[in-house]
Each structure stands twice: as C-alpha cells, then as structure tokens.
C-alpha cells in the first residue's frame, strides 16, 4: 500500500514528523543528495519525479516530492535537512543517488547561492517550458488553489506591482518568506536563462541539465535517457511515462498571448545562448 496516496492527511502529518525528528538524530548517517531538481513550476516536474522513481538507483526524500529546506525552510539548518533522506547501508561510502525535487528553488533569490554553499559538488536539473503557455498553466493553478482571484489580464498588469516589492524585501531580509513572490510571479517565473545562470557560473555548465518539457512529453525514453547519462547511471528495465497534473483550460485570448509572446522574446533568446539551440518551442 502507497501510504502517500492511501492515508488520512493527519496520519501522513504525524508520520512526517516522526521520520524527521528521527531523521534529524541520525543525519550523519543518512545519504546527502546527489542532485536537485530545481523546477521549474508547471513544467512537468511532477511527471519526471515519478518516472525518476522507477530507477532502482535512485531514491527520494521521504513523505514527499520535495523538502523546500533551500527555500522556505532553510532556517531549521543542515541537519533537519538531512533527516529527510535515507539511511546508508552500514559499512558503505556510496549508495543510490538521492534528490529532492523543489519546484521554489530555481525561483527564490537565496536558494542557489545556498545550494551551492551546502552541497558543492550537488548537480542541478532544470525543467522548462514554453513560457507563455507556463505563464497561464501557473495562473489557472493559482486560481484553483485560491491563491489568486483576478482575471489573468489583471494578474498580469498587476504583477510588478505586486512582487517587486516583495522581491526587494526578500533580498533585504533573507528570512523574510512572500507567498505573494511565490504565486503570483506568471511571467517572471518563465525568465528562464537569469534563474539557470547562478547555478551554471557556480557549478559549471557540466553540473546543470536542461530538459524542456515538450521535448520530454514527446518523446520521453529519449530525454529520461539523456538524462540518466548526465547522472552517470545506466537504463534499468522498462520506465513507465504517465502525464500527473495536466488539466483542461479555457483557450487563452490571442492578444495576451501575442503580448506574452513579446515580452519573453529577449528571455528565450538568452536561454537558447545557455542551451546552444533553440528552445522546443520556437521551431
């Protein structure tokens, strides 16, 4: 039985809990993960988490896809993090790869700088998408889950007025956590190439891997294997592919979209520079 899917909310808070505190005491213990899978959000994160599952080589942190310790809670230190991840088989210096999958981290302006300090030698794995379709996925998911009430033209007139301030407090006070920059940037979520460069100029380019949602809902075997060799790890058996929080939208109105399309112009040109091609979206 999946105790994720199949028990009460309660009994998978207390569950949670309890493996943390346990964790916590024991996080000397415990594997250090290998790579993070930074976002971004609405990009299919959620169906490569489940497919990455599969691997018998890799494993997750426990109860849920992603920890969020490098973005909202960073503040409860190294070893609350660690107790989130497995134990290492006794007498072993190497293991599965563990990962956290945190769709905030590629987003928040501390995460990668913290990500870096912490985990040196960590490899970062990025989803991204056509940023105008990212753009409206985000806002009707923000919409349902009753983070926004306006309409997306307002959403989207309103969205500097709404987060730069956030953002500019954010940056003056690292404690400081925005729900505000969280759900309700639609656009500056889909400037890819600025949220990727700290993690390449940090890291290298040789510890960041790129995957572009269309290329993997099109042809999923040929990315997920693209990417288990960036992870040093050879195919295992047979993967299987399924499509998680995909949902039907009313049309978005051509004249946003054109707008939309503009103003991400400069944005994709700057990815396609950081990829080397042209996104999947522009051919």
Request: a positive charge.
């Amino acid at each position: 039985m999946n105790l994720r899917k199949s028990a009460p909310l309660e009994l998978k808070q207390v569950g949670r809990r309890a493996s943390v505190a346990v964790g916590k005491a024991t996080a000397g213990a415990r594997i250090e993960p290998s790579f993070l899978l930074v976002g971004g959000q609405r990009c299919g994160t959620t169906s490569l988490y489940r497919a990455l599952l599969q691997h018998p080589s890799i494993v997750s942190a426990t109860f849920h896809k992603g920890v969020n310790y490098f973005d909202v809670n960073y503040e409860r230190g190294p070893r609350w993090y660690r107790g989130h991840f497995p134990l290492r088989r006794p007498g072993t210096t190497t293991g599965p790869l563990a990962f956290d999958a945190s769709g905030y981290y590629m987003f928040h302006p501390h995460a990668p700088r913290r990500i870096v300090h912490d985990l040196p030698d960590v490899k970062i794995v990025a989803m991204v998408r056509d940023p105008v379709e990212r753009a409206y996925s985000a806002y009707q998911h923000e919409l349902m889950r009753g983070f926004e009430t306006e309409q997306f033209a307002t959403a989207l007139e309103l969205e500097d007025d709404r987060v730069l301030p956030e953002l500019e407090r954010m940056l003056n006070d690292e404690s400081y956590q925005s729900s505000t920059h969280r759900h309700q940037a639609y656009r500056r979520r889909g400037e890819y190439a600025q949220q990727l460069q700290p993690f390449i100029s940090a890291l290298g380019p040789t510890h960041v891997f790129v995957m572009e949602s269309e290329r993997f809902f099109e042809d999923p075997q040929h990315e997920y294997a693209r990417l288990l060799q960036f992870l040093r790890l050879a195919e295992v058996g047979t993967t299987r592919f399924d499509r998680y929080n995909a949902r039907a939208r009313s049309p978005l109105d051509e004249g946003l979209r054109q707008e939309l399309r503009d103003h991400f112009a400069s944005h994709d040109d700057a990815l396609a520079g950081l990829l080397g091609r042209q996104p999947r979206w522009r051919l």
